[in-house]
Structures are given as C-alpha cells and as structure tokens.
C-alpha cells in the first residue's frame, strides 16, 4: 500500500537495499528460459554465461542497449543470478557527483553484475 506522505523522489543509490527493490525482484524472471521475448539476445546471452562459466571467469563487459521496456535491467538481473554473482544497479540521477559512482564501485566485488 502506497502511503500519501512518502517521499517518492529520494535518490535510488546501488549499495543501499530499499522495499521498491523487493518487490521489484518478485516480479521479475531469475532465469532465461522464464524471460519471455528477445530469444536471439537470449540465445546470445546464454552462449556467453556458459562460456565465462566454463572458463570459470567474470563474463567480460556487457552492453545491453534500447528503447524502455525491453528488459535490459532485467537480463542484467538474469545474467548476475545465472552466474551466481552479486548484482548492483544506479541510474544518471543517482550519480551526481564523480564520489557517488566511487562509493558504488567501491562496493563491487570481483564478480559483480553492475548495471547502469
């Protein structure tokens, strides 16, 4: 339920959980065999998952690119989850000075799935 008197125009920042970002993971697929659509982008992502798995290494820069609504926070979610790894994600808004991107990176680890 929505409550009338929350702020709605906080700034989202990666190394800070909130609700919105629960409930958003419930909603989402974890899996590419349960994302419905873009089967050649699915085709390709799974061959590159496989491969850093096999390799047993970070799966090399990603770039997912698009009109809203396509699902590319969605396959970066996908992508961390079937690699096992953690998952950050910001925004522009988010990074108005350069010591805000600095704080998000210094969170990330080796593996890290970071989605801007």
């Known amino acids: ?54 390799r047993e290494e970070p799966l090399d820069h990603l770039l997912l690119i698009g009109p809203p609504g396509l699902g590319k926070t969605t396959l970066a979610q996908i992508t961390a989850h079937e690699l096992g790894v953690d998952f950050k994600v910001t925004s522009a808004p988010a990074l108005d000075k350069p010591k805000d991107l600095a704080g998000i990176l210094s969170t990330i680890t080796l593996r890290t799935v970071f989605f801007y």
């Open 1 to 54: 339920m929505i409550n009338e008197n929350e702020d709605f125009s906080a700034i989202v920042r990666a190394d800070l959980k909130n609700s919105f970002d629960e409930q958003d993971n419930k909603l989402r697929p974890t899996k590419l065999a349960d994302f419905l659509g873009q089967e050649s982008v699915k085709k390709n992502l799974s061959t590159f998952i496989e491969a850093a798995k096999l």
